[in-house]
């Protein structure tokens, strides 16, 4: 069975620089050579510093943005697959209810000019799915399914709070009874004790619904709690992915070790080794050469900033780091003696 | 952002109270209302804008005589002052006119109106007048109010023109076709406006790069010059009704300019809102998502500069006609009224400014009406 979501080498760049021919000379590597699949059933998390292309993968893997390069492989019941990446948006359309998105703002992701039943029926109106009769029921039964009163129907968005404008906008998201989900951010705009309310809302309603994660967040504590899997980027690139507890408790990249180390913990017993990173996340428009971290990596060694890590799989996890392939254990040792 | 009071989080399947509801399930017309409502200057402003297009349209009824009707007898009348009073042959008090008592200077020969203070001219309503047609299809002779015009009794409350027109009835026929002149040519202007607008902000790119180069190009020529090239060649031969559009469409062309720009910024902006990403990650096509999601969340913002837009149509409409390039006798409008208005005839007949107060009144309270509403189309403000 193929995995639902398989994407391969994705390349995002945005043209920066023009020459005079109009052809562009310079790119803003957003996303950079990214590989990862997203099994039936499953929660991926993508964590990551602001600006390492979490986002953008997020809007890539939708096709809300057109790749530069890369497969983007889709295959709703596991058996036909669809290159997502080579799609126009008309072919796109019939797809599109296999995947949905929730988005970070609850406030914008809400046209103010529509009622509760109007948003939450819109994706079932667009794909012409069922007579009115049953769409309004169907977005009663939604509004139930997300914790929502039944009469909040003719209500405008401004009438809820933030947890609850992102209650409707998960119920709209499961209206076409999607494969999986995109959120962004999904509940980083929420107070906490909301956080925890909406994520237990959608553990639940994905065991429910069958439902796939693509988890895009940049609270560890949050990612740990609801993905199985996880996967680490930096300036663009995937640096990490693996089992959540293995990659929490065993992380094997030095980058994601300090972002371990320097997410706050709620356990007061706990020591905190401060040592932070120096300097800052590269220009995306001018990375490093070699491995994009090493200007900023505690191992960092000889052949770092000539050399181009490839994934390596250990311990049933990837890891993109000179440390972890042949060549570099050697040189790491030759180097530290 | 106001949040209003909401319920608890914790318990999101609680029922508010039914107060609230009219909030919650208010749209964002109701919301836009009742913001415009407590700007007070605003909202009468709205009722006298209101008020003198219902006074201008059915100005068939309301005028006492016709537009174009000349009295002889009666040149440059000024004013005649309306009393209340006792009248003879009546038993209540009504309201009545004194005459006027013609006399021709012995010397200058020139004509002196003199108020005959013992008369008194009882006003009548609907009286039986000449014959109009009501919605232009069921003929009447009912009007509003007038005189024993048998009797030879006058009423001429502004007075008369140099032909001895009542100045009454034609600023009323003059608002008509002034105040039709700024809907209509305000109307092309918000077609023209929101399409080409709306095309260069929501597909960007070259298309975008042309318009806006038009909208510069059509920005920077002088108001005046081209207006005058442009009523230049309205071709003298054209009925009145010919001209009377080609002004339309001469002052909309030149007024969408502004327009073009405000919807494509606000298309610009509104095109990156989450909502309208959501809409096309549910497989809604493009033209839905501009005209359910994109173009009423800036219409209340596009009614505010329209009703901004009228009273400047007005005003180039009245001083274009003022300066003879507009329209022409035998058209009323404010700015021929005004044309009649010159150094020497003011100077004797200060009544025939009257059409210029009728247009301070119309662009003061449109004015303010369109800033009221300017300030309440964005409901969800501070």
């Known amino acids: 069975m193929k995995p639902l979501l398989h994407v391969q080498n994705l390349k995002v760049w945005f043209p920066k620089e023009h020459n005079f021919f109009g052809k562009p000379i310079s790119f803003v590597k957003a996303v950079d050579d990214v590989c990862f699949t997203l099994k039936q059933g499953e929660t991926l998390g993508i964590v990551g510093e602001s600006g390492s292309g979490k986002s953008t993968t997020a809007y890539a893997s939708l096709r809300a943005l057109t790749p530069t390069a890369g497969k983007i492989l889709l295959s709703p019941d596991g ?61 009663k039964e939604l509004l139930s399914e997300v914790g929502l009163n039944q009469n909040f129907l003719t209500r405008y968005p401004h009438a809820f709070s933030g947890g609850q404008r992102q209650r409707i906008v998960i119920a709209r998201a499961l209206a076409l009874n999607p494969k999986f989900i995109v959120c962004d951010e999904a509940v980083s705009a929420l107070d906490v004790s909301v956080q925890a309310q909406i994520l237990n809302l959608m553990m639940d309603l994905k065991e429910r619904f069958n439902l796939s ?125 | 952002m106001t949040e209003p009071s909401i319920p608890a989080e914790d318990s999101p399947i609680e029922e508010t109270g039914k107060t609230e509801a009219g909030v919650y399930e208010a749209n964002q017309f109701k919301l836009m209302m009742r913001r415009f409502k407590k700007h007070r200057a605003a909202y009468w402003c709205g009722h006298i804008v209101l008020l003198l297009y219902i006074i201008c349209l059915s100005c068939n009824f309301i005028a006492p005589y016709d537009p174009s009707e000349i009295h002889e007898d009666w040149v440059s009348t000024p004013p005649q002052a309306l009393h209340f009073g006792k009248v003879e042959g009546y038993t209540l008090p009504r309201l009545y006119l004194h005459p006027y008592d013609l006399q021709v200077h012995p010397v200058t020969l020139r004509r002196v109106y003199k108020v005959d203070h013992e008369t008194r001219v009882p006003l009548r309503f609907f009286v039986k007048g000449r014959e109009w047609k009501w919605l232009g299809i069921i003929p009447t002779t009912r009007h509003l109010f007038g005189v024993d015009e048998e009797a030879g009794e006058t009423c001429f409350l502004l007075g008369t023109g140099g032909l001895g027109q009542d100045g009454f009835s034609r600023i009323l026929y003059g608002g008509r076709i002034s105040l039709l002149l700024g809907l209509t040519g305000v109307s092309i202007t918000f077609l023209l406006g929101i399409m080409l607008g709306g095309v260069s902000g929501y597909y960007g790119g070259i298309l975008d790069l042309g318009i806006q180069r038009i909208v510069e190009v059509l920005q920077s020529v002088p108001k005046i010059p081209i207006w005058l090239a442009m009523a230049a060649a309205i071709p003298k031969s054209w009925t009145s009704l010919q001209v009377y559009f080609a002004m339309t469409l001469i002052l909309a062309c030149i007024g969408w300019t502004g327009l073009c720009r405000v ?120």
């Not at chain 1, 296999?98 to 046209?111: A, E, G, R, T």
């Not at chain 2, 200060?350 to 059409?355: H, R």
Request: charged share 20%.
């Open chain 1, 79 to 139: 058996k036909a697959e669809y290159d997502l990446a080579k799609m126009n948006p008309n072919e796109l359309r019939p797809l599109r209810r296999h995947m949905q998105m929730v988005f970070q703002d609850p406030f914008s992701s809400l046209n103010p000019r529509m009622t509760v039943q109007q948003l939450i029926a819109e994706p079932l109106v667009v794909n012409k799915i069922g007579t009115p009769k049953e769409r309004t029921e169907k977005v």
């Open chain 1, 213 to 337: 994660y693509l988890f895009i967040a940049h609270d560890l504590e949050v990612v740990r709690h609801i993905a199985d899997r996880v996967a680490v980027m930096y300036a663009g690139r995937l640096v990490e992915a693996g089992d959540t507890k293995q990659v929490f408790e065993n992380p094997m990249h030095p980058y994601t070790e300090s972002l371990l180390r320097a997410s706050p913990r709620a356990d007061p017993n706990r020591k905190r080794q401060r040592s932070p990173l120096r300097g800052e996340v590269p220009d995306p428009s001018n990375l490093p050469s070699g491995c994009v971290f090493h200007p900023r990596c505690p191992k960092c060694f000889a052949a770092c900033d000539k050399q181009i890590p490839v994934e390596t799989h250990k311990d049933g996890c990837i890891v993109r780091c000179l440390l972890h392939e042949k060549v570099g254990k050697n040189q790491a040792r030759a180097s530290v003696n």
């Open chain 2, 263 to 382: 919807v494509r910024g606000k298309m610009l902006s509104l095109r990156e809102e989450d909502y309208a990403r959501a809409a096309s990650l549910a497989g809604a096509t493009e033209s839905r998502i501009i005209f359910v999601h994109l173009v009423p969340n800036f219409m209340s913002h596009i009614v505010a500069s329209l009703s901004l837009a009228v009273p400047g149509m007005i005003l180039a409409e009245t001083s274009l006609s003022f300066l003879g390039l507009g329209l022409r006798p035998p058209i009323v409008s404010w700015g021929v009224l005004l044309q009649e208005a010159t150094v020497d005839s003011i100077v004797n007949q200060p009544w025939l400014l009257l059409p210029a107060l009728a247009v301070i009144l119309t662009v003061l309270s449109m004015n303010f009406m369109g800033d009221g509403l300017r300030d309440a189309a964005d409901p969800y403000a501070d």
